[in-house]
């Protein structure tokens, strides 16, 4: 299975909304409500941030949001915050009942 | 709150067998799909596979004919095994609970293992 195919880079200023993508097939992405996006810090190990596509965990910041079309997912964070600077990571379940992972996008707040 | 926490050897020689041990606490592993996620240095996620609370089992792929992933029900702990480790193997390794909606919902800390003679 491939690995999930998103922007190496993004960046924003403070206060600006970014979007990520995360490029799949019909077998992925495009096939199932199941893709959940994950937030890393340096060292540290990774955050849910976004599951069933559009749905935030308790306790995640309303300025995440998640879609899909078609066999891209999206990720978007409105009112860029330094905290925000990270890596982001999309998964979705498969057509084997197995997982893949996004290839990552470093998020850059100016 | 669930706590999840790997613990093995932090260096293992080439072609032997890597071997990781995840102990959960807050909840039993009875319940859920429990599964490992590795992350070489400076690389993304790689999902290995995951278990069931029944034992049921499935893999990446491309690491199947290397990974078993097994439980210990009365420990509350699971663990894997990857065989045949050569230095692409070195990565930093995560243990992780997944939800029945299929995303990983609580996360390990991670620990690293790095592949050398």
């Known amino acids: 299975q491939s690995a999930l195919t998103q922007p190496a880079s993004v960046s924003g200023s403070p206060g600006q909304s970014i979007t990520i993508s995360c490029t799949g097939t019909?077998?992925?992405?495009?096939?199932?409500?199941?893709v959940s996006w994950y937030q890393q810090h340096p060292g540290k190990a990774p955050k849910l941030m976004i599951y069933?596509?559009?749905n935030r965990p308790s306790g995640v910041s309303n300025r995440f949001s998640g879609s899909k079309s078609g066999n891209t997912a999206s990720l978007t964070i409105s009112g860029l915050q330094a905290e925000d600077e990270a890596d982001y990571y999309c998964s979705s379940y498969t057509s084997n009942s197995t997982y893949v992972f996004g290839t990552g996008t470093k998020v850059t707040v100016l | 709150q669930v706590q999840l926490q790997e613990s093995g050897p932090g260096l293992v020689k080439p072609s032997e067998t890597l071997s990781l041990t995840c102990t959960v606490s807050g909840g039993s592993i009875s319940r859920y799909y429990w599964s490992w996620i590795r992350q070489p240095p400076g690389k993304g996620l790689d999902w290995i596979g995951y278990?069931?609370?029944?034992?049921?089992?499935n893999y990446n792929p491309s690491l199947k004919s290397r990974v078993t992933i097994s439980k210990d029900t009365s420990k509350n702990q699971f663990s894997l095994k990857l065989s045949s480790v050569t230095a692409a193997d070195t990565a930093v390794y995560y243990c992780?609970?997944?939800?029945?909606?299929?995303?990983?919902?609580?996360w390990g800390q991670g620990t690293l293992v790095t592949v050398s003679s």
């Open positions: 019909s077998s992925d992405v495009g096939g199932y409500k199941y």
């Open positions: 069933d596509v559009s």
């Open positions: 278990i069931y609370y029944s034992g049921s089992t």
């Open positions: 992780a609970r997944v939800q029945y909606d299929f995303f990983f919902e609580y």
